[in-house]
């Protein structure tokens, strides 16, 4: 692909597909598919782009170099694959699928032809996050102990009658929409999780998914995640901590909502104490957008498996699946 502009085509053109259209970067809008034609024109909008309401016609299409693909979560799979199987490249929204068992299959093909399939975790591509793995990386908090973290909205008038509350398309509720993205920054951090416990309930809205969900995991090194997703939270709000040996970062709010985004650092002083802080505030436009496809375009160029790929992907869906069995959430394909 070289430095030249990348044709990029879209399945999928709500709020996130729109959002993936804004932050193309250098990439170029050549195709929009959406099974509303008017959601694709919009998305397309006074760019060149082919509309469609054919997914096909963006996967078979000669021009189309990465195939963005944000659709409800009972396709994601399934398009991912053939995107895959067309020789494409991919950014393919979390959580990729509505089960492990559905991803399986698509991370045995992306493995066996060396595929480039990114999946949007994009919450690693905040600016605290980035900061935050910057100072874990550089050794300043010491050995990693736990992760705390809470993340959670009020939904909205008939949140329980959107595709997401149904349990054939989303494949589950809170834990497997808010809840991944937890589990995926938490194992970002800790490793992977050997030991998974905890439980999803469904206490406020009247479907068959769950509402919030309660996490305990643990990896080889006992290290723990603590987390809470929920759709009963009155005030959105994100916040997550990050325990070292030497010190704590604090990441809380991500705009809008939810807040302004912070970062906040704790370093723990030889004599203890009152911890010596430092803050960063990030009250600009959220660029994670843009970082995320750009670091796709490094992916492609560097001919490397991309990070969060489908391996992440997989491995946040087997923690899902742990929690809905031991709670009798089985609705999930």
């Not at 692909?1 to 970067?25: E, H, P, T, W, Y």
């Not at 929920?230 to 709000?237: A, D, V």
């Not at 960063?280 to 970082?291: K, T, V």
């Not at 670091?295 to 491995?315: T, V």
Request: proline share 4%; with cysteine.
């Amino acid at each position: 692909m070289g430095r030249s502009q990348v044709n990029v085509g879209i399945i999928g053109c709500g709020l996130i597909g729109k959002k993936r259209a804004d932050a193309l970067g250098r990439g170029r809008l050549v195709a929009c598919v959406d099974r509303d034609l008017s959601r694709a024109k919009l998305v397309a909008g006074r760019t060149d782009a082919r509309v469609s309401t054919d997914w096909r016609s963006v996967i078979e299409a000669p021009d189309v170099d990465i195939v963005v693909i944000a659709t409800a979560h009972d396709t994601l799979a399934e398009l991912t694959l053939a995107a895959v199987t067309a020789g494409k490249h991919v950014l393919v929204e979390k959580p990729a699928a509505r089960s492990a068992a559905e991803l399986e299959p698509v991370a045995a093909e992306v493995a066996r032809r060396g595929a480039i399939v990114r999946v949007g975790f994009n919450h690693r591509y905040h600016r605290a996050f980035r900061k935050a793995r910057e100072i874990v990386d550089s050794g300043a908090l010491g050995p990693l102990m736990f992760v705390r973290a809470r993340y959670g909205h009020g939904g909205r008038i008939g949140y329980e009658k959107e595709w997401r509350s149904v349990a054939p398309i989303s494949g589950g509720g809170e834990l497997i929409d808010q809840g991944m993205h937890l589990i995926d920054l938490a194992r970002w951090f800790l490793g992977d999780f050997t030991r998974v416990s905890g439980t999803a309930k469904t206490y406020f809205w009247k479907t068959d998914v769950d509402d919030n969900a309660f996490l305990m995991l643990e990896t080889a090194q006992q290290q723990v995640a603590w987390l809470h997703a929920s759709s009963t939270e009155w005030k959105n709000t994100f916040s997550m901590e990050i325990y070292g040996r030497d010190g704590k970062l604090h990441i809380d709010g991500l705009g809008g909502s939810y807040g302004v985004e912070r970062l906040t650092w704790y370093r723990m002083l030889p004599e203890m104490g009152p911890p010596e802080t430092s803050a960063w505030e990030f009250p600009m436009a959220d660029d994670s957008w843009g970082a995320e496809l750009a670091a796709l375009y490094e992916d492609i160029e560097a001919k490397r498996p991309a990070q969060p790929g489908i391996p992440d992907a997989l491995a946040a869906l087997r923690v899902v699946r742990t929690i809905y069995e031991e709670s009798g959430h089985a609705h999930h394909p």
